[in-house]
Nanobody
Framework: QVHVVESGGGLVQAGGSLRLSCAAS????????FRWYRQAPGNEREFVAS???????NVVDFVKGRFTISGDNAKNTAYLQMNSLKPEDTAVYYC?????????WGQGTQVTVSS
């Protein structure tokens, strides 16, 4: 069993920054990929960024240049650095970890960007 916990969300003014963390614990051997998603009220959950075990990353176009994903394999942790935040970035941000072809979700962390 794998337990995934996000942290780092909060309230920030437009133009500000936040750094989200996603920590995986339990049977975390061979974490293949971490993915960040977000879900705003009334919207579907959408993919934001991913990082695989070899360090390759992918960031969706609408946050590219503002958001950066990174990881620390030794700590089984992934990070999402969010800069130049906009009110439309307001959402619950979820982390997903894939371990041995099983997918595990965290409970989410709220990010609110005020204008």
């Amino acid at each position: 069993q794998v337990h995934v916990v996000e942290s780092g969300g909060g309230l920030v003014q437009a133009g500000g920054s936040l750094r989200l963390s996603c920590a995986a614990s339990g049977s975390t051997f061979s974490i293949k990929v971490f993915r960040w998603y977000r879900q705003a009220p009334g919207n579907e959950r959408e993919f934001v960024a991913s990082i695989i075990s070899n360090g390759d990353t992918n960031v969706v176009d609408f946050v590219k240049g503002r958001f950066t994903i990174s990881g620390d394999n030794a700590k089984n942790t992934a990070y999402l650095q969010m800069n130049s935040l906009k009110p439309e970035d307001t959402a619950v941000y979820y982390c997903n970890a894939v371990v041995r072809d099983m997918s595990y979700w965290g409970q989410g962390t709220q990010v609110t960007v005020s204008s």
